[in-house]
């Protein structure tokens, strides 16, 4: 029996040590692709439901000035949406949309001011019925050339006028 390693178990064994190395920088590697990747779709979901909650706000407050007295209908300023709107998170009515990047300022995602991010939202609204608006939110991203959309839906209805 030898008492010391041969050659070619020496290389065997640091050939098996070298593929185990690179096996773990790969999975490190793909771990880190795909921690970016579900962070985008974690962002973009939260802007979805921004945006759903942009179209609600100003549903609410319209009813909530027809109650008041003040006139008005339930859903002014949603029905000329149909073709795509954008709003900001502080944003009292609906404008055009342009298509443009979504910006960062201070944590919030704004088109006033801010870095540019890799997110576009559009917010989609149909009239149903006359008491119902079918509302869609979806936010775009470009991710390793491909794009990718994360799409939020609801509808709203007049609460102060019931149906059968």
Excluded at 89 to 102: M, R, W
Aim: aromatic share 10%.
């Amino acid at each position: 029996m030898t008492k010391g390693f041969t050659l070619i178990e020496v290389l065997a064994a640091m050939f098996i040590m070298v593929m185990g190395v690179l096996g773990m920088f790969g999975l490190i590697s793909r771990t880190v692709t795909f921690n970016s990747s579900v962070n985008s779709q974690l962002v973009a979901s939260y802007l979805s439901q921004e945006g759903l909650e942009i179209v609600r706000n100003i549903r609410d407050a319209n009813l909530l000035a027809i109650h008041k007295g003040a006139g008005g209908q339930w859903d002014d300023g949603l029905t000329a949406c149909a073709a795509g709107c954008g709003a900001d998170y502080n944003d009292t009515a609906l404008g055009s949309f342009q298509g443009t990047l979504l910006k960062l300022n201070n944590g919030f995602y704004t088109y006033d001011a801010g870095t540019d991010t890799i997110f576009t939202r559009k917010i989609t609204i149909d009239s149903a019925t006359i008491d119902v608006l079918k509302v869609s939110v979806d936010v775009s991203w470009q991710d390793k050339g491909n794009t990718r959309t994360v799409r939020g839906a609801t509808e709203l209805y007049n609460w102060l006028t019931p149906t059968p």
